[in-house]
T-cell receptor, first 115, second 114 residues
């Protein structure tokens, strides 16, 4: 069965620290990749996505992610976090052959940024 | 612009009681619609999706059902709730963003079954 793994369930870091959240998927074919974020009390929203082209994708709020096909990974990064980045982050995958667009999510990573 | 609504926002129900959660989308027509659930400590799991009125596909066997009585309305139901039905339920619709598909999520319903 296909799966999406996020390596860390909880991450605590200080403001200005760098953030990297791991995401691996188990699917041999072409995939579309997503990172979603849920800030406290807000809707789940899209941070960035990869469909094709440059494997380094830039998203909103200074986030970026790199697709490494050989490693089946799509890690999320931010060079310097702010307190407002406290949120839960979800990696998600849709196999390119899936015409219904069914997202498969990882378990999520709760990120807490301390002042 | 498109918006998605869910209600209620929170719900506390006894075991064995019925359930009806509603999702409506505005500003688009004939969208693909999805119900996801996030149980405590777990990621979001797709429960149902719909590509049109009356067309429902179930992803996992469970105590829940879904219906789409109107183009922009998606309902999640249960006849008798179980403790394991507790969780955070999210509705989503599929749109286009910069030429590629993206799912947009509603605010969610937090369901506690006691």
């Amino acid at each position: 069965a296909q799966s999406v793994s996020q390596h860390n369930h909880h991450v605590i870091l200080s403001e200005a620290a760098s953030l990297e959240l791991g995401c691996n998927y188990s699917y041999g074919g072409t995939v579309n990749l997503f990172w979603y974020v849920q800030y406290p009390g807000q809707h789940l929203q899209l941070l960035l996505k990869y469909f094709s082209g440059d494997p380094l994708v830039k998203g909103i709020k200074g986030f970026e992610a790199e697709f490494i096909k050989s490693k089946f990974s799509f890690n999320l990064r931010k060079p310097s976090v702010q307190w407002s980045d406290t949120a839960e982050y979800f990696c998600a995958v849709i196999p390119a052959t899936d015409s219904w667009g069914k997202l498969q999510f990882g378990a999520g990573t709760q990120v807490v940024v301390t002042p | 612009s498109q918006t998605i609504h869910q209600w209620p926002a929170t719900l506390v129900q006894p075991v064995g009681s019925p359930l009806s959660l509603e999702c409506t989308v505005e500003g688009t027509s004939n969208p693909n619609l999805y119900w996801y659930r996030q149980a405590a400590g777990r990621g979001l799991q797709l429960l149902f999706y719909s590509v049109g009125i009356g067309q429902i596909s179930s992803e996992v066997p469970q105590n829940l059902s879904a219906s789409r009585p109107q183009d922009r309305q998606f309902i999640l139901s249960s006849k008798k709730l179980l403790l394991s039905d507790s969780g955070f339920y999210l509705c989503a619709w599929r749109g286009r963003d910069r030429g590629t598909d993206t799912q947009y999520f509603g605010p969610g319903t937090r369901l506690t079954v006691l």
